[in-house]
């Protein structure tokens, strides 16, 4: 569970999070980060690709592009990947250095020009050799050679994720390419290359990665030089590891950076838990049941429990409640509380979860505070501004008091 992972080894982030929401500072829907974890497991990855000689991009889909928690990432791992044109966009707005676009979502055909002279990337990745085409005139325009990467297509994608070039079609496409000047075959990708095995507790590695790894032996055989085998999926303190078992190049980090990564949930991963979401109790039911505020109840977050109560003590005393979310067919407006019998949980009350998330694509806020060394703990950002009372920003000490900002 990724909530007795936070309970465990991050509590101080439960209790700061529970008291801003008790002091009005935070409104219930609101995802708090701890950046000084965020930073301390970028630097983590960053060392160990280093020493394994593999290469990173930071995927910061999943925080929304937060400007607060890319500024930590990129001391460690300088270049994003931009999982669209939304979130180049994103990350170029706040001055971030994007490496890598196109994959998983093909950049729209106008868009190019102006997207590449704003980045620059260093990799742009191909679906088919019509967007080739329209890379390789918007390179020749800013009179530059675009390194490019061949998506490859094992069959192992998620629905509205297919598309790119089989092990067979890989000669024919980087051909192709060899004959627009503006274009350079740097190597090949795909995604994902590593799959979490729920029943093995481990990672595996996908067909994906299989077709990558036959699809960049072809290639080299037929004397392209491929530089980068890039295989997403999964990167994290215990993937990288097998990227460099199977001779990948390099990996794109997300949820490892937030530690909510699949074996966060079994209590054993290296990465610090750094997210916790906090809501409020907002109806009570006859059955003595209660609803929750929704927002940013992720469809595929697997959230069973949630800790509640009216204040910091009373959220780490109690034990946690049942949890059920709408079906992803629903809007996710409540999610249901299912106390045990004879505990009410009143109306109001603090109720903070922990799961995997995907923020870029919910309704919620997101607030960032960070540990100082005297253990106060300091709200950093909260994106966007909420409505409401002037209340006193506010920290939390090591020991959960608060105290007003200086």
Known sequence: MFLDAVRRRNPGLLRCAALLHREGVIPPNTFVFDRGAVRRNAERLAARAAGLGLGLYYMAKQIAYDAQLVAVIQSSIPGAVAVDWMGAEALLTQGATVRHVGHLVPIPVRLVPSLMARALPEVWTLLDLEAAAAVNRAALALRRVQPVLLRINGGDFFPGQEGGFTPEEVLTAATAIAGLPGLRLHGVTSY???????????????????????????????????????????????????????????????????????????????????????????????????????????????????????????????????????????????????????????????????????????????????QDEQGQWHLLSLTPPALLPSAPRSTASADGAAEESK
């Open 192 to 370: 994902p290359c590593f799959t979490w095995d729920e029943d093995g507790a481990c990672y595996r590695p996908t067909a994906n990665l299989e077709a990558l790894l036959l699809a960049a032996e072809r290639l080299r055989a037929a004397g392209f030089a491929i530089e980068q085998i890039n295989a997403p999926g999964n990167t994290s303190l215990s993937v990288l590891p097998l990227l460099a078992h199977y001779g990948a190049s390099h990996g794109e980090p997300g949820h490892a950076l937030t530690g909510t990564t699949p074996e966060q949930s079994l209590g054993r991963s290296e990465e610090e838990p750094a997210v916790v979401y906090v809501s409020e109790v907002s109806a009570q039911l006859p059955s003595g049941q209660a609803l929750a505020y929704g927002g940013g109840l992720y469809a595929r977050a697997h959230a069973r429990q949630a800790l509640v109560g009216n204040s910091p003590e009373e959220l780490e005393e109690q034990a946690p409640v049942a949890v059920h979310f709408p079906p992803p067919q629903f809007i996710d407006y409540q999610c249901l509380l299912e106390p045990p019998a004879g505990r009410r949980l009143p109306t109001g009350a603090t109720v903070i979860m922990a799961f995997r998330f995907q923020l870029f694509v919910l309704r919620s806020y997101r607030a960032v505070v960070e």
